[in-house]
């Protein structure tokens, strides 16, 4: 081991006996991707989050795959594949609906994020082939040590270069390195380790809690886009309370939804936190809650200072000037465009059937569902499934 970074010099490698990763438990598509690769002389790992749950004994959200074939070696092997990315291309196999990613092995940092619909659909060599690895160094080039763990479809063994079974085993979430430097190659990073935390139960390292405590400003710096979808996986997932809790007890949430920090600060009914523990419930029951209304609970518990009448009282001519003053500040708030281009529109088609008697403007905003009509009201329906009357608040 060295010293310097807590990395296994050498790998220590689990043979089959001696985990639980059994093939049944990967995806069919995942597994012709493994072994068309393999037989096709290249590694073929299954690699990150799908190895770390299957060791857990936790249900995999997806499969990704990590090989030394180049893009263009994997696109050839799979006419169902497309690469996407400029600096560095990654190949998505379709199966129907499921998308198996394939990533040739590099050693340089994790690149940044593709812009929607950007694609490098195209055989030619990437200009970058120096930023191609071995998969130690792939390893060492993730984020944190539960994370850097590989499959090998060869042999069925695990095999680990940064003490990521360790971890797993003590139940702890350690960045791959400084955690300073990882998160300042990439601020998000920061709001991911509260999230894997949460969702596994597991506690920060001292050296990474220390580091969120310093730098959680510094989320200033990622794109908004990139927090908007780790707020919304963060919201969909049923585990948002923890999450979320996490978030607030490092200085994140300040930063990423000042509103909903502020609610915190004002309230002492714990009023958030009980919206996100009924919408926890009701994504675990497995009932559909749009995004839109789960985007709405981190904006409820606003205090009415400012909401109240008679800026709540809906014009038939548009919008109050108080939502419209919100919906300027969308972009900042990190909500898509599409989600509060639905909420603006069933809030103003709503104008005629809602009586505002003193609830804050965005509980009646946020839940609606998408359709091919302008909107739909739902308070008779979601509401109440997310325990909508236990909150206090009146809904008409």
């Not at 092997?77 to 560095?88: E, K, S, V, Y």
Request: with cysteine; hydrophobic share 40%.
């Amino acid at each position: 081991m060295s010293s310097e970074d807590g990395v296994a010099a050498a790998p220590l490698v689990l043979e089959r006996a001696a985990h639980p990763i059994s093939r049944k438990r990967i995806s069919e598509s995942a597994i012709k991707v493994l072994y068309r690769l393999h037989r096709s002389g290249f590694l073929a790992y299954m690699v990150g989050g799908a190895v770390r749950d299957l060791l857990l004994n936790r249900r995999p959200k997806d499969f990704d795959i990590g090989t030394n074939a180049r893009p263009q070696q994997v696109r050839q092997l799979f006419r169902n594949a497309r690469l996407i990315g400029r600096r560095f291309r990654l190949a998505r196999v379709a199966f129907g609906t499921e998308i198996v990613e394939v990533a040739t092995f590099r050693r340089s940092p994790e690149p940044p994020e593709m812009e929607d619909g950007e694609t490098a659909d195209v055989l030619a060599e990437a200009p970058e082939v120096d930023e191609y690895g071995t998969p130690h160094e792939d390893a060492l080039r993730r984020d944190f040590t539960v994370n850097g763990l590989f499959y090998n479809v060869a042999d069925f063994t695990v095999i680990d270069h940064v003490n990521g079974l360790a971890d797993l085993r003590a139940g702890v979430i350690r960045t791959i390195g400084p955690a300073r430097g990882r998160f300042g190659e990439d601020p998000v990073r920061m709001m991911r380790a509260v999230e894997y935390a949460a969702r596994l139960g597991f506690r920060l390292d001292d050296e990474l809690a220390e580091a969120l405590d310093g730098l959680h400003g510094e989320i200033h710096r990622a794109a908004p886009a990139r927090i908007g979808y780790e707020l919304g996986e963060s919201l969909k997932g049923g585990q948002a309370l923890p999450i979320f809790r996490g978030l607030e007890e490092h200085g994140l949430l300040l930063h990423i939804v000042p509103e909903a920090h502020a609610a915190l600060s004002r309230r002492s009914d714990g009023l958030l936190w009980r919206l996100l523990a009924v919408a926890d419930q009701a994504v675990r029951r497995g009932d559909r809650v749009p995004e839109e209304a789960l985007l709405g609970t981190l904006f409820l518990p606003v205090r009415y200072e400012g909401f109240t009448e008679p800026e709540l009282v809906w014009q038939s001519t548009g919008m109050t000037s108080a939502f419209s003053m919100l919906a300027i500040q969308a972009p900042r708030r990190r909500v898509s465009s599409q989600n509060w281009s639905c909420c603006s529109k069933a809030a103003y088609s709503s104008s005629k059937f809602l009586k505002f008697t003193g609830s804050p403007v965005f509980g009646p905003i946020c839940f609606f569902v998408r359709g091919s009509k302008p909107s739909f009201i739902v308070s008779s329906t979601t509401l109440p499934r997310l325990g909508w009357p236990s909150t206090g608040w009146p809904v008409s």
